[in-house]
């Protein structure tokens, strides 16, 4: 499921996309909403579950049924039912932050948005505490480790 909804940064209009499935959420900042931006955001293959942007018709890939997605997404099926909801329910908080803080200043800061939106929603549809998370990233960083991540490998394999 992919949606996308204005953001700023500083001062200008750029767009925040969400591509999300029930396992992982991934969020990207970027200054357009066209098929460059759908393409960066998904890499080269097309989902047929797409909203209602300037680039829909790109994204119906030779009418195959599978929603493609990058490499850390799972090639499901999609539902002929299959509707938008989960992307927006999942970009919600992104609109909230966004009318509260008025965007961003910096490309830094989209950069933050991007991994935070990612990391707290990914922990969300997981079940897992999003503070926990950062703790034992934080703590594996000071003790010059790598963090755990099996959390995301263990979850993607059993959906």
């Not at 969020?27 to 909203?51: C, D, T, W, Y």
């Not at 099926?77 to 009318?99: I, Q, Y």
């Not at 935070?116 to 934080?138: E, G, P, W």
Request: hydrophobic share 40%; glycine share 6%.
């Amino acid at each position: 499921h992919i949606d996308e909804t204005p953001w700023y940064n500083s001062g200008g209009l750029h767009w925040l996309w969400v591509m999300v499935n029930p396992v992982i959420a991934f969020f990207m900042v970027h200054g357009k909403r066209s098929k460059e931006a759908f393409k960066q955001l998904i890499g080269q293959r097309a989902p047929v579950a797409n909203g209602h942007w300037s680039c829909a018709p790109w994204c119906i890939w030779q009418g195959s049924a599978k929603c493609w997605s990058m490499e850390c997404f799972l090639c499901q099926a999609v539902p002929s039912h299959c509707s938008f909801n989960l992307a927006e329910r999942t970009l919600r908080f992104g609109v909230l932050w966004r009318k509260r803080s008025q965007g961003t200043r910096s490309d830094k800061g989209c950069r933050w948005v991007e991994r935070i939106l990612s990391l707290r929603h990914t922990c969300k549809l997981q079940c897992k505490s999003t503070f926990n998370v950062l703790v034992d990233a934080f703590s594996a960083y000071f003790k010059g480790q790598k963090p755990d991540l099996e959390w995301l490998t263990e979850e993607a394999g059993n959906a």
